[in-house]
């Protein structure tokens, strides 16, 4: 199995820029597909953005599409979400998430997930 941690939360001003980062251990980094998810309080679990393997082809959520960029360094084993123009509705837990299979927007195709880092944007 592959472990992940999330890092790179913070507190940002709206119109501001901030930079995830999703550790990866364990097993082979470029065998999985990957994912990134948030959740803001008392809402559901909703998709941000995913990965193929070997970087090769992202998709988005049309509510960050043009804003955010998802992004996998192979060798450093690491993926990333960097966000730009940064709203307040973007607050919220990200989260890192690892799959087997195809990339899928939908959470329950993925094997294995982060803790999880807090985004606030500060209006």
């Known amino acids: 199995q592959v472990q992940l941690v999330e890092s790179g939360g913070g507190l940002v001003q709206a119109g501001g820029s901030l930079r995830l980062s999703c550790a990866a251990s364990?097993?082979?980094?470029?065998?999985?597909?990957m994912g990134w998810f948030r959740q803001a309080p008392g809402q559901e679990r909703e998709f941000v953005a995913h990965i193929r393997r070997s970087g090769g082809g992202t998709y988005y959520a049309d509510s960050v599409k043009g804003r955010f960029t998802i992004s996998r360094d192979d060798a450093m084993n690491t993926l990333f979400l960097q966000m730009n123009s940064l709203k307040p509705e973007d607050t919220a837990v990200y989260y890192c998430?690892?799959?087997?299979?195809?990339?899928?927007?939908?959470?329950?195709?993925?094997?294995?997930w982060g803790q999880g880092t807090q985004v606030t944007v500060s209006s």
């Open positions: 364990g097993r082979t980094f470029s065998n999985y597909a």
């Open positions: 998430a690892a799959t087997t299979r195809p990339p899928s927007s939908r959470s329950l195709e993925y094997n294995y």
